[in-house]
């Protein structure tokens, strides 16, 4: 006997089945779904656990071990003055005609000593170099020095002589008017040879052995004094004497432009020497800030200087205030940019070595720097770091400090910039506050975290805004 299957109820013979099968899992499924008595409907696995609050969190509790992890600072509210800056490329550089100077041969020679090198530190007075001479001019004019004053001796000799026939009225005076004219005529001659040889680079000194008939067959270049407009070109200087002095009183070879046994002529650069105490931050400006940079000028507002590269731990503080001197009055065609100037007070360290004396300078002619320029005052107003406040979307928060709690308070930033946040005075904060003053964003996540956990320390708040543990 064969058996066939019916298709026409096998179908709903299978949802028969399912839903069988599904009423039997709920039924053995009651312990695991069904609340608990006492639990108002909260799931077992929910049982003692407690509820998260929705409303958003405030405050948060660090210990003290933990402010030291995270090298917590705070500070007390202070309400005052601040300057909104545009940030302005610049580089330090020479002052043209204050930091260098070149020294230069007054005759043709050949170089036969040098004394000083690239490096060297020299006084004024010192020797940097021995010239051998080999001009026929400068050789003519001792010679002519000489021969004129030898002939004005021999004409006074003579009218000496002749003095006495001229008074007896045996000779004429006609002879002592004839040799009179001789010596003014030589005396002229003398001077005009002293004026020459004085140019030519010759002492007082030197220009009177020329004259006692020792010639000079070499000269000897001597470091210059240090003289400088100061008061014109608004560089800090101290006394010497009677006469203004760069500060420091010394020159540094900067670049040696000879070498031993050279032939040089008159005029040509032997040396360049340097001192660079008083430098300048040129600053580049686009045109459209070259008005503002005009008025801040102008106003004798101060800017702030950031000097890249500079280890100012290892030298003394600099205290001088920058102001800009002056704007150029041209565009760079390249660049298009104005360039502004800025007076810099250099500081410096002079060692020995081998004994010589080598300088180094803090600033050096290349050296890059940021300008802060002043725009616009703001008055009345909290200035935190860049780090004290943290941004949640377009609500920033600041963190005020009682003891181990930490208040997180909404502030509204009226300006900012890679330093700074600029505080409104609306309210939200008073003077007296203690707020942290780094790592907000460090406690914003620890508030964060203690929120999710649901273990908020217990706290509440004034009506000042102060924050205070539950007692």
Partial sequence: MQFRFDSRWWRPLCFVCSVSLIAGMTWLGKPYWQPLPGTGGVLASQAGQPRLSTEEPRVLKISGPARENLQLKTEPVRFGVYWKTV?????VEDRPGVSDRAITVPIAGVVSQ??????????????????????????????????????????????KRIQGLIDSGTLAGKRKIELEQQISRQTTLINACRQELAARGLSAEQIGLVEKGEFLSRIQMDAPGIKQESQQAGVPTRTRGNEPAIAGDFLEIQKLKVELGQQVDAGQALAVLANHDSLYIKGHA????????????????????????????NWPPLEQEFQIRHLSNTTDPDSRTVDFFIPLTNQARIYRKEEQEFVAWRFRPGQRVNICVPLEKLEDVLVLPASAVVFEGPEAFVFQQNGDLFNRIPVRV???????????????????FYLAQNAAASLNRVLKSQAASGQQPGFHVHADGTVHANH
């Fill in 87 to 91: 940030h302005i490329p610049g580089i």
């Fill in 114 to 159: 040098i004394y000083a090198f690239e490096g060297d530190i020299i006084r004024p007075g010192d020797k940097l170099f021995s010239i051998k001479l080999v001009s026929e001019y400068l050789q003519k004019t001792q010679s002519e020095l000489f021969r004129a004053i030898r002939e004005v001796e021999i004409y006074n000799q003579e009218i």
């Fill in 286 to 313: 686009f045109r459209k800030e070259a008005a503002l940079i005009a008025r801040t000028a102008a106003e004798n507002w101060n800017v702030k200087v950031e000097f890249k590269e500079d280890l100012a731990a």
């Fill in 414 to 432: 009226i300006h900012q910039d890679r330093y700074d946040m600029v505080i409104a005075r609306d309210g939200s904060i008073s003077p007296g």
